[in-house]
């Protein structure tokens, strides 16, 4: 079964840091490019952050950059999301999500975790 | 700046067909688009891609109730025979080099 499985949300001050983790399964890691997405509670989804297949390329939204850093380990099939200096407006549900292709900006995301939440308070 | 719109909200009543819209930002009206579902409490699930040429590529598994073509920078997704467990989140996404953008939402009531 394809299943990605988030984990490292909690609940941290402003200013803080966390690192969310998301194991994959079920199909070959290292031939996705690979998102996170998030929502904060009652709102859409908002992309955050971008890895290809092989990490050489990465992109980030504007209200990340900088503070922000994905990254993917493909020997132990798993995707990171580093947050530094965290604000109350980075509350949300944490999604990892696949893409169609190894290239997470140029197809759709086709396979999507649950999500782990993160509370900035 | 790429952009997608979707209407706030739709409505429409158990087994009835609705049509939902998302609209691409000047400049970007070639551009693919995908739709997402997400139930109440659930994660997203990844419904269907909406080709350049107006095409569609389902997910696996998505039923033969969902279908989508697109006019211009309109693209729409279109339920038929609507079921109870459509009550939910449409979320559209399309991606340009090193980005990715999803439209605000539309929620759908099945009356």
């Known amino acids: 079964e394809v299943q990605l499985v988030e984990s490292g949300g909690g609940v941290v001050r402003p200013g803080g840091s966390l690192r969310l983790s998301c194991a994959a399964s079920?199909?070959?890691?290292?031939?996705?490019?690979m998102s996170w997405v998030r929502q904060a509670p009652g709102k859409g989804l908002e992309w955050v952050s971008g890895?290809?297949?092989?990490?050489?390329?990465?992109g980030y939204a504007d209200s990340v950059k900088g503070r922000f850093t994905i990254s993917r380990d493909n020997a132990k099939n798993s995707l990171y999301l580093q947050m530094n200096s965290l604000r109350a407006e980075d509350t949300a549900l944490y999604h990892c999500?696949?893409?169609?292709?190894?290239?997470?900006?140029?197809?759709?995301?086709?396979?999507w975790g649950q999500g782990t939440t993160v509370t900035v308070s | 700046q790429l952009v997608l719109t979707q209407s706030p909200s739709a409505s429409a009543s158990l087994g009835a067909s609705v049509k939902l819209t998302c609209t691409l930002s000047?400049?970007?009206?070639?551009?693919?688009i995908a739709w997402h579902q997400q139930q109440p409490e659930k994660g997203p699930r990844y419904l269907i891609k909406i080709h350049r040429d107006g095409s569609h590529t389902k997910g696996d598994g998505i039923p033969d109730r969902f279908s989508g073509s697109s006019s211009g920078a309109e693209h729409y997704l279109t339920i038929s025979s609507l079921q109870s467990e459509d009550d939910a989140d449409y979320f559209c996404?399309?991606?340009?080099?090193?980005?990715?953008?999803f439209g605000g939402g539309t929620k759908l009531t099945v009356l």
């Open positions: 890895i290809n297949w092989n990490g050489g390329s990465t």
């Open positions: 996404q399309t991606w340009d080099t090193g980005i990715v953008v």
């Open positions: 999500a696949r893409s169609v292709s190894g290239y997470y900006d140029s197809s759709p995301m086709d396979v």
């Open positions: 000047s400049g970007h009206s070639s551009y693919a």
């Open positions: 079920g199909f070959t890691f290292d031939d996705y490019g």
